[in-house]
């Protein structure tokens, strides 16, 4: 896989229901890109830097891959919400390692692929978790309005994220589209979740003692002040926590979720998983757990390398995928 950064500038028009964009028929021809930005590089159409909102006069962008050789004239999409702790990263992750791997392995199942730009909570401190989540939800209601000219299926959309972006991630998939509202540009725009994978992403921040991985007495709960934000009252403190966290939006018609989590990670505990799927069983909710031997945060090895591999994860994710993409 070669990933490098682009450096020409090209720009062209698209002429579909408003959209602007900078877009790219081959991926040997280089967009118009933010200074250090990095894409895949899939041999196919591309729609880069793409304006989903504007929120404080602050654009927010995403980029979308197609299909190598598209089967149909609307294909099926995987969002990416990248991790960060909320505070940190981009959507160019997803033109790195595993990430390359995954998504560049969806396109050649016929998916389209779209990273996804959030407010982060460190840069602004009036951004708060639910906003991280609000943005994203955008992002699909942006794709949803804008389908016919972007030729995605609005009815088969799935979700991927990491570690924070894992969190994001299981939010899409289980909250209803009308949930959270953010633009009211994008509002009541319906659309479908088809499945969602969560690689190393908490479940629940009312039951903080699953961040504790080891059972400290003196443990703190470090993620207080990113969901409370800064307009919060103490009155608001437990609802905030129920709004964001995913386990509350688990029902029997939830579309399906895998959750791969390590076992020795201290940041985002294997608690969290095994508690999804706890209240999964309970439901009767579509929920996998996958556990790694060994793995730390990021899939760092711990002791001994991790079992299973990296390649099978990546294998699994695509997979389960391909297993739920429904016949258009």
Known sequence: MRIHTIVAIMIA??????????????????????????????????????????????????????????????????????????????????????????FEQLIQEGFAVAPVTYRLAKKDRNVAIRDCVIDCKDAIRYLSKNSE?????????????DSAGGHIAQMLLLAEPEQLPGDPALADVPYRMIAGVSWYGPSDFEKTDLFNHDDRADFRDRFSARILGSDSGPTDKRSRYREVSPINYLSKDSPPLLMIQGDKDTTIPVKHAH??????????????????????????????????????????????????????
């Open 13 to 102: 028009a698209v002429a579909t229901s408003g959209i602007t964009a900078q877009e790219t028929k081959r991926t040997s021809d280089a967009p118009r890109a933010s200074k250090g930005a990095k894409y895949l590089e899939t041999g196919g159409e591309r729609k880069l830097e793409v304006v989903y909102k504007n929120v404080s006069g602050k654009e927010l962008k995403l980029d979308l891959y197609y299909p190598t050789a598209k089967r149909v004239d609307k294909c099926p999409v995987i969002v990416f919400t990248h991790g960060g702790g909320w505070a940190a990263g981009n959507r160019y992750k997803a033109a790195s390692g595993s990430f390359a791997s995954v």
């Open 149 to 161: 000219g972007l030729g995605i299926d609005p009815m088969r959309i799935g979700v991927m994220g």
């Open 275 to 328: 508690h999804m799927k706890q209240k999964a069983s309970e439901v009767g909710a579509p929920v996998e757990i996958m556990i790694i031997k060994n793995a730390g945060h990021n899939w760092r090895k711990v002791d001994d390398e991790i079992d299973p591999s990296r390649e099978a994860i990546i294998e699994r994710t695509v997979q389960f995928f391909v297993e739920n993409k429904p016949p258009r």
